[in-house]
C-alpha cells in the first residue's frame, strides 16, 4: 500500500497553536457580535485570539476598512461581517 505524499496530506493542526485576530473598530455592533463568537469558539477549543483597532492601523484600515469585522484564523482572512461559529470552530480543528 502506497502512503499518500506530504504534499497531499491535509496536516491538522492543535487548537491550542492557532491564532484568530479580531479587526474591527469601537463603537461597532457587528464587531461587538464577532467578539463574543471569536471568545466563545476559541475558549471551547482553546484557540489563542487578540483584537486590533482598525482606527489605529494604516495599513489595516487600507485592506479591510469596508469589510469589518474581519477574522483571520494564523494571519490568513477567514470571515467579515459576520462570523459563522460552525465555520470558524472547523477552521480551528482543521
Not at 9 to 27: E, F, Q, Y
Not at 28 to 49: F, K, N, Y
Request: charge should be negative.
Amino acid at each position: 500500500m502506497q502512503s499518500m505524499s506530504p504534499l497531499l496530506r491535509r496536516s491538522h493542526r492543535d487548537p491550542a497553536d492557532r491564532v484568530v485576530t479580531l479587526i474591527g473598530k469601537p463603537g461597532c455592533h457587528l464587531c461587538d457580535d464577532a467578539r463574543d463568537v471569536i471568545s466563545t469558539v476559541c475558549g471551547e477549543v482553546g484557540a489563542t485570539w487578540e483584537e486590533k483597532d482598525i482606527t489605529r492601523d494604516e495599513e489595516l484600515y487600507r485592506l479591510y476598512w469596508e469589510q469589518i469585522p474581519v477574522v483571520l484564523v494564523d494571519g490568513a482572512q477567514h470571515d467579515f461581517w459576520r462570523v459563522n461559529p460552525d465555520r470558524l470552530r472547523k477552521a480551528l480543528r482543521g
